[in-house]
């Protein structure tokens, strides 16, 4: 089972770059002997370098060099730079790259429309070449951010020639959403454009709010300065440092925040690559969660916090776990999704826990959380025995659940802001092949959108009315 990650500009190429890291460091943990395994060829290719720089793959046997599957993106050359000097420049070669070196100017059309043209014949060589190497590709995901112009026209770009050129393939979408005190003034137009396509194109989207992520960390750091939970952090720190990534960098000051992202993703595909006693392949994830093709948004959390910190505390009891993944406090969005309405939910659990603690778990919380009529029993549960690098557990909920609404409602209302009073639209309408009615298109989509989550927010607290059987006649 493979995936193919694409990451697009600089937020989406910075988070991808953790996310490589973190990924060799997990497979390096496991896989003590340097022998190519099933679970490494998931994400990397084995390749004989000797015979030049694209050799043939090796399937079997000892690890000769290392290539990531997948393609970075971006119309900066700044950070793809970063990472081809930095610790990951051999999991990388020129044939996975594509840069420019003006950027989008935080412009959805130049992305969108005049870097896509530009780049439509050599991103689809790529891709092609690229999924030529993978055995059985099962899904696409595309890191990319909403508010700055190539994460957000270019990787939506992206998204709609994958979908023509590989519609049987799922197509997962890791979205940054920008904070309301975003720099970037279009920010609000980026968003809302990109918007758009990712609810006719993707399959499945995980967004995610700069302003959570920040909270996240500080919260982290305060734990460790307290000295209450035991002050120290081991070395080989997930989320806080890169310490163990080969070389000792500088620490950025995102990189925390993207390390958060980029174990979304690990525990994410976890189930793909490692063993467990009950495998979840990601196909299933958006046949499970996703009953409404546009209501594709999942609410992601991360438990332990403190786990990800690698603080030295006592491990607190399982069941702690659990009910963090539902609480306010641990969720990638600014959301409440214990208050509002489930359509599914899915618990992606690693490490050394049984399928009897997720049942007492699921039962347990069950009474606290409303979900939709018609499917009160929908639980998608994934056991994955492998878990994240020096600890014993961890758990990834994803909520499909009406709480992703105010994010929506918060950027339309940036959106009306900057479009009343047509701010800014001029550096949009001078773009080929940019009409104000792509504006209008756009924000059009979002309130639909928004409509949705409104009825289905209207049924709850009503009474429980199970759907009638086919009566069977005995």
Not at 33 to 48: C, P, Q, T
Not at 78 to 105: A, C, H, M, W, Y
Not at 290 to 318: E, G, Q
Request: hydrophobic letters at 35%; one cysteine or more.
């Amino acid at each position: 089972a493979v995936s193919l990650p694409f990451a697009v500009g600089q937020c989406g190429n910075q988070v991808g770059c953790r996310f490589w890291d973190l990924a060799l460091r997990e497979h390096a943990a496991v896989n003590k002997k340097g022998i190519y395994d099933e679970a490494l060829s998931s994400f990397f290719r084995n390749v004989d370098t000797r015979s030049g720089d694209n050799g043939p793959d090796i399937y079997k046997g000892k690890i000769c060099s290392l290539k990531a599957r997948a393609l970075l993106i971006d119309m900066e050359e700044g950070v793809v730079n970063e990472i081809l000097q930095g610790p990951l420049r051999d999991v990388f070669d020129s044939k996975q790259l594509i840069t420019d070196v003006s950027g989008s100017g935080n412009n959805w059309a130049v992305g969108h429309k005049i870097y896509g043209c530009q780049y439509q014949e050599n991103i689809v060589e790529k891709l092609r070449k690229a999924a030529e190497h993978c055995d059985c590709l099962q899904c696409f995901f595309i890191i990319h951010s909403m508010g700055g112009g190539t994460g957000s026209g270019l990787g939506t770009f992206v998204l709609n020639l994958l979908e023509e050129e590989f519609p049987e393939v799922y197509r997962f979408v890791t979205s940054v959403y920008p904070s309301g005190e975003d720099d970037v003034i279009t920010s609000p137009y980026n968003s809302v454009l990109a918007m758009k396509e990712l609810n006719e194109h993707a399959d499945c989207v995980l967004p995610i709010e700069n302003e959570s992520l920040f909270e996240i960390v500080n919260k982290i750091h305060q734990m460790i300065n307290s000295g209450k939970l035991g002050s120290t952090v081991k070395q080989n720190s997930l989320v806080t440092s890169s310490t163990g990534s080969g070389k000792t960098l500088q620490e950025k000051p995102f990189d925390a925040m993207n390390n958060i992202v980029a174990n979304l993703l690990l525990n994410l595909t976890s189930s793909a690559r490692f063993e467990g006693s009950l495998n979840m392949d990601l196909n299933e994830i958006s046949m499970n969660l996703v009953p409404f093709p546009r209501l594709h948004y999942l609410v992601s959390s991360l438990t332990p916090l403190y786990t990800l910190a690698d603080v030295n505390i006592p491990s607190r009891r399982l069941d702690q776990m659990f009910s963090d993944a539902f609480s306010r406090d641990h969720q990638l969005i600014r959301a409440d999704p214990k208050h509002s309405l489930y359509l599914a939910c899915a618990l992606l659990v690693r490490g050394n826990v049984q399928v009897s603690d997720l049942r007492r778990n699921i039962e347990r919380l069950k009474p606290s959380l409303h979900f939709v009529s018609w499917n009160q029993e929908g639980w998608k549960t994934g056991l994955c025995s492998v878990p994240p690098v020096g600890h014993s557990h961890s758990l990834l909920a994803l909520a499909n659940n009406t709480c992703v609404k105010p994010t929506f409602i918060e950027l339309k209302d940036r959106f009306m802001k900057l479009y009343k009073k047509k701010a800014h639209l001029h550096h949009y309408l001078q773009i080929d092949g940019m009409e104000q009615s792509c504006f209008s298109e756009a924000i059009s989509s979002l309130s639909d959108l928004i409509e949705e989550y409104n009825e289905l927010d209207a049924t709850k607290g009503g009474p429980r009315i199970d759907p009638s059987r086919l009566k069977i006649a005995v």
